[in-house]
Antibody, heavy 111, light 112 residues
């Protein structure tokens, strides 16, 4: 059964680093690429980056300097780290694989 | 980066009406491998997005066949033949041909 679960802190202070985990079941990370997508409240979807099945990464041009995606294939987990968070980074963060989406994790950036 | 322009931004429809959404790309989405990675998603209120159509015209498993996709190169269309109440929400096109991948701004389908 396919399941994706995003986890991480609900609240992050400005200028701090966001760390999120996407735990995948039903797909092998060495066979499929995992994507991170975010959505500011009431707005559209924004593609953040990709962990390819072969370990290569690709990032949104606007976020590239702050963003890092990594993985642990033994745990079937993909990690997102983004530094220097600001209030406009507030929103719901999703991971997706093979057309399946997680429920998302809401992140609020506030002091 | 590739820019996807979706029109219209909002669509009002009655139940049973057929509607179309356009997605125009700033460059061709034909990949060097011969595939075109243009997909359509639906996000219902309060839910995660779900995949409806992938690679222009391939219907995702479990998606009703009143949804169809067409197009090539830079111009693509999603058609709903007979809107049902469960189809309401925001539709997004997304391209996976050129990294970084990009989404359209979305088309909100409402009941008239």
């Amino acid at each position: 059964q396919v399941q994706l679960t995003e986890s991480g802190p609900g609240l992050v202070h400005p200028s701090e680093t966001l760390s999120l985990t996407c735990t995948v079941s039903g797909f092998s990370l060495t066979g499929y690429s995992v994507y991170w997508v975010r959505q500011p409240s009431g707005k559209g979807l924004e593609w953040m980056g990709r962990m390819r099945y072969n370990g290569d990464t690709s990032y949104n041009s606007a976020l590239k300097s702050r963003l890092s995606i990594s993985r642990d294939t033994s745990k079937n987990q993909v990690f997102l780290k983004m530094n220097s968070l600001q209030t406009d980074d507030t929103g719901t963060y999703y991971c997706t694989i093979g057309g399946y989406w997680g429920q998302g994790v809401m992140v609020t950036v506030s002091s | 980066d590739v820019v996807l322009t979706q029109t219209p931004p909002t669509l009002s429809a009655t139940i049973g009406q057929s509607v179309s959404i356009s997605c125009r790309s700033s460059q061709s989405l034909l990949h060097s491998n011969g595939n075109t990675y243009l997909h359509w998603l639906l996000q219902r209120p309060g839910q995660s997005p779900q995949l409806l159509i992938y690679s222009v015209s391939r219907l995702e498993s479990g998606v009703p066949n009143r949804f169809s996709g067409s197009g090539s190169g830079t111009d693509f269309t999603l058609k709903i033949s007979g809107v049902e109440a469960e189809d309401l929400g925001v539709y997004y096109c997304v391209q996976g041909t050129h990294a970084p991948y990009t989404f359209g701004a979305g088309t909100k389908l409402e009941l008239k």
